[in-house]
């Protein structure tokens, strides 16, 4: 049982495995794509054929890495979300699970966790989580308070924008991405003319700070996680080195083992053990 391990461990970690499984990932990508257009008619059923020629390969990944590594296989979340990706696509997508078919697409999201800098892109965006939902939290509390106070000044003078609270919301968000928001400034300032100053100072809250702060988190999350990944190669590189330092010390340890045996094994007056000296 240990050869087996070996031998797929052997395989798994082999450099030619990772970018062959890349390049079938692309190809899968590729061939569910073509399967949606108008192309897939001319070219028979070739999609279909490297669709489920993949899908073999994929299962051929995940067995042999559940093999190689056995219990450990399940400490690695990547690894966990590959099994649950190539178990969907293994349901039969017919009869009440013919939604699941669509699903199948899902394998194209394998090269996040094939490729290490993706997972690195995932891992900040996972870390920067907290630090969202409290900015989150900020945005829809702004978003509030200009909504009572929007629904308030110009619920009267514009109600197709600012009717009601819901209208009001659903109006500053679309001011807040930037989008047609001078048209809705122009018309309500038609009936108050000082309502740019409202818009003016809702823009530069939402959009330019607050929004902003998302990228700041993001950023602080992704260089905290490419600093963790270089201490964690700085600590690997010092547990190899100190592997090395003991094994160099085990050997001059030995070496002067030897080195006291032969000198123990011969007499003061420099003859060999076992010569008689001639009077």
């Known amino acids: ?24 990932i692309v190809l899968n990508a590729v061939a569910l794509g073509l399967e949606t257009s108008s192309i897939a008619a001319a070219m028979g059923g070739l999609p279909r054929f490297v669709d489920h020629a993949t899908l073999v390969i ?3 990944d995940v067995a042999l890495r559940l093999i190689a590594y ?38 194209a999201l394998r090269l996040v966790s094939a490729v290490p800098s993706l997972r690195r892109v995932i891992g900040g965006l996972l870390t920067a989580m907290p630090g969202m939902m409290s900015i989150t939290v900020l945005l829809a509390l702004i978003l509030y308070v200009a909504g009572v106070m929007g629904t308030a000044l110009f619920g009267t003078v514009a ?10 919301l659903f109006t500053l968000f679309q001011t807040m991405t930037g989008e047609g928001w001078p048209d809705v400034a122009r018309e309500v300032m038609q009936a108050v003319p000082l309502a740019w100053i409202f818009f003016v100072v809702y823009i530069l809250i939402s959009s330019f700070m607050v929004l902003n702060l998302f990228i700041a988190v993001v950023v602080s999350a992704m260089e905290n996680e490419v600093m963790a990944e270089a201490r964690a190669k700085e600590a690997e590189y010092a547990a190899e080195e100190q592997i ?13 083992a030897e080195v006291a045996a032969l000198r123990d094994s011969v007499p003061a007056d420099g003859r ?3 010569e008689t000296r001639l009077v």
């Not at 990547?78 to 394998?107: E, K, M, Y």
């Not at 090395?244 to 002067?256: F, G, K, M, V």
């Open 1 to 24: 049982m240990e050869r087996i391990h070996r031998a797929a461990r052997s395989v798994v970690e082999h450099p030619a495995f990772q970018p062959m499984v890349i390049t079938v």
């Open 58 to 60: 994929f299962v051929l």
């Open 70 to 107: 056995g219990r450990g296989f399940w400490r690695d979340p990547w690894n966990t979300f590959d099994f649950v990706v190539v178990a969907v696509a293994l349901v039969p997508a017919s009869g009440p699970f013919a939604v699941l078919r669509s699903l199948r697409v899902l394998r």
């Open 159 to 168: 109600p197709t924008y600012f009717g009601d609270l819901g209208t009001t």
């Open 244 to 256: 090395a330092n003991r094994e160099i010390l085990a050997e001059l340890r030995e070496l002067r």
């Open 272 to 274: 060999p053990a076992g």
